[in-house]
């Protein structure tokens, strides 16, 4: 079994300009999964970087409220919610809230820096 605290984890800024915590990684630690996981916020006003990745990515809204982008369509996105983005869809999410937007992403295969072109 493995438990994590994601505060506990050491945080960074992202290519696509987020704040990112890798949370689970295969290529990091013995885990039989193909997928990674992350927590991103975004402070308010911020917004992602559009972006592409090869793989297919799911955002789980956990705080705050944002507009999510995929191509070209557009939704408001708040806690609860789930988002599929499909493989190479461009792609970002803006901070529409007063507060901080944090989301899980969930990236199938597991994200690669190869795997991903910040536009």
């Known amino acids: 079994m493995i438990v994590k605290s994601h505060r506990d984890i050491a945080g960074f800024m ?3 300009a987020s704040f990112l ?3 689970l990684h295969p290529s990091k630690e013995a885990l039989a999964v193909g997928y990674s996981l992350a927590q991103a916020e975004v ?4 917004r992602t970087l559009p972006h592409r990745l090869t793989g297919a990515e799911v955002y789980i809204i956990v705080e705050g409220r944002g507009r999510m982008h995929v191509g070209d369509e557009q939704a408001e996105v708040v806690v609860g919610q789930t988002v599929y983005i499909p ?3 461009v792609q970002h999410i803006e901070n529409i809230g007063a ?3 944090t989301f ?3 990236v199938e295969p597991a994200w690669t820096p190869d795997g991903e072109e910040v536009l």
């Open 14 to 16: 992202a290519g696509d």
């Open 21 to 23: 915590r890798e949370i």
């Open 43 to 46: 402070e308010p006003g911020g």
């Open 87 to 89: 493989p190479g869809a």
């Open 99 to 101: 507060g901080r937007l």
């Open 104 to 106: 899980l992403c969930i």
